[in-house]
């Protein structure tokens, strides 16, 4: 799955990801939260500069993960802000100034998802740890190939998405 998604034409990658921000769009009230903790893409991820860059224009207030030692934080993003890439080569603040509160909602990638909200991660287990201990609305974003009726192998560890948004639609827990 890992590389299919890096082997994507980046052409694919702009008109797939724009699919998907147009269906992020239509979750019902996702637009109404003040507070969003959202990945940066990365290796052909479903790119998150739309829905970031939107977000921002319309002030909202917006987080991107930091990893700390075991843990992922969620720390302040601006589009201007100085970025580097860490040890997974993944980018994040330079200076982070982390949020001390629970964002409303919280923008996932993954490997893979399943339509009833499972999600194979990359096995670090850092957004499973995160959401195990933090109440949000839970979007997981991917391509519709990378989308599956069911993930057999996913453990009571696994946090279920509320919704999985792909080019082709939404799909609810």
């Known amino acids: 799955m890992r590389r299919l998604r890096k082997e994507m034409p980046g052409e694919l990658v702009r008109e797939n990801s724009s699919e998907v921000y147009g269906n992020f769009l239509k979750i019902p009230g996702i637009l109404e939260y003040r507070t969003y903790y959202c990945y940066l893409s990365y290796a052909n991820e479903v ?16 987080f991107v993960p930091v990893i700390m030692e075991e843990a ?33 909602v919280c ?47 996913l453990t009571a560890q696994d946090i279920l998405m509320d919704y999985v948004v792909t080019e082709k639609g ?3 827990k």
């Open 170 to 172: 939404i799909f609810v």
């Open 107 to 153: 923008i996932i990638p993954g490997v893979a998802f399943s339509k009833k909200g499972g999600r194979l991660g990359q096995g670090g287990g850092y957004y499973d740890k995160w959401l195990a201990q933090n109440k949000t609305v839970k979007v997981g974003l991917c391509y519709s190939w990378q989308l599956f009726d069911d993930l057999p192998f």
């Open 47 to 62: 790119d998150t500069g739309l829905i970031l860059s939107n977000l921002a224009a319309m002030k909202k207030k917006l």
């Open 72 to 104: 992922m934080l969620p720390a302040e993003w601006t589009a201007d802000m100085p970025m580097k890439k860490n040890a997974f080569g993944i980018p994040e603040p330079v200076s982070p100034v982390f949020f001390q509160g629970t964002p409303e």
